[in-house]
């Protein structure tokens, strides 16, 4: 497997300081070579019926897959090939692409625009999916880059439509730098099902209700 990986189109070290886009283009040739670009570009692992959640390779998937990751390693820097034990081929590419890739400026833009002009739906009670898009899209910008936490939470936290100003009157009492996402989250999930119980509960006396004076107004 080692004679593989030496055996391969001559590829530049990357240590995080290059060009990652004209270096990750030589990698793909390299991979490509041995035929086993897929294993970095795809998760090969599958499952079983009894365990589909286990997902692992076959035999031949496990020795190409380790053949790609040999080949990637093989053209990093010695510092850079250590966070990368026991990792799968899919997981190395995909890690190195969200730590050195440069975004699209055009797509760049548009998911920005949309993270700064993003709303809760006026009347949206639940809140969960809203939060969920809202996390995505930071996702989709790396938000880190451009981006405090404080100013992602606190840009979420002015979203909030009416139905959660009890949410974001909680949260203005703390420092904007003590915000934390999954906890204005978790609170408005917490809202939202007091929401559903109160609807329930209302619905149930409303029932009761109308059987109630239904009863009463029956001829004897």
Same mark, same amino acid.
């Given at each position: 497997?080692?004679?593989?990986?030496?055996?391969?189109?001559?590829?530049?070290?990357? #240590?995080?300081?290059?060009?990652?886009?004209?270096?990750?283009?030589?990698?793909?040739?390299? $991979?490509?070579?041995?035929?086993?670009?897929?294993?970095?570009?795809?998760?090969?692992?599958?499952?079983?019926?009894?365990?589909?959640?286990?997902?692992?390779?076959?035999?031949?998937?496990?020795?190409?897959?380790? $053949?790609?990751?040999?080949?990637?390693?093989?053209? $990093?820097?010695?510092?850079?090939?250590?966070?990368?034990?026991?990792?799968?081929?899919?997981?190395?590419?995909?890690? $190195?692409?969200?730590?050195?890739?440069?975004?699209?400026?055009?797509?760049?833009?548009?998911?920005?625009?949309?993270?700064?002009?993003?709303?809760?739906?006026?009347?949206? @009670?639940?809140?969960?999916?809203?939060?969920?898009?809202?996390?995505?899209?930071?996702?989709?910008?790396?938000?880190?880059?451009?981006?405090?936490?404080?100013?992602?939470?606190?840009?979420?936290?002015?979203?909030?439509?009416?139905?959660?100003?009890?949410?974001?009157?909680?949260?203005?009492?703390?420092?904007?730098?003590?915000?934390?996402? #999954?906890?204005?989250?978790?609170?408005?999930?917490?809202?939202?099902?007091?929401?559903? @119980?109160?609807?329930?509960? #209302?619905?149930?006396?409303?029932?009761?209700?109308?059987?109630?004076?239904?009863?009463?107004?029956?001829?004897?």
């Amino acid at each position: 497997m080692a004679n593989d990986a030496e055996m391969m189109l001559e590829v530049e070290i990357f #240590d995080g300081s290059g060009n990652f886009t004209d270096w990750s283009e030589q990698v793909i040739l390299a $991979l490509r070579q041995k035929g086993v670009l897929d294993y970095a570009e795809l998760d090969m692992r599958v499952g079983t019926d009894e365990e589909p959640d286990k997902k692992k390779f076959s035999t031949a998937d496990s020795k190409a897959d380790s $053949l790609a990751v040999a080949i990637i390693l093989r053209c $990093l820097s010695k510092s850079h090939r250590k966070r990368f034990i026991c990792s799968t081929a899919f997981e190395v590419w995909a890690e $190195l692409h969200k730590l050195y890739s440069v975004p699209n400026t055009e797509d760049l833009v548009s998911n920005i625009l949309e993270l700064f002009s993003f709303r809760m739906d006026p009347d949206d @009670k639940e809140g969960h999916a809203s939060a969920v898009q809202y996390s995505n899209l930071l996702d989709k910008i790396d938000f880190s880059m451009f981006l405090s936490s404080a100013m992602a939470n606190l840009m979420y936290l002015a979203s909030l439509n009416k139905h959660h100003d009890l949410v974001r009157l909680e949260f203005a009492k703390k420092k904007p730098n003590k915000l934390v996402f #999954d906890e204005i989250f978790n609170a408005v999930c917490a809202l939202s099902d007091a929401h559903k @119980k109160q609807c329930a509960y #209302d619905e149930k006396i409303g029932v009761s209700s109308f059987g109630s004076a239904a009863r009463a107004q029956r001829p004897t």
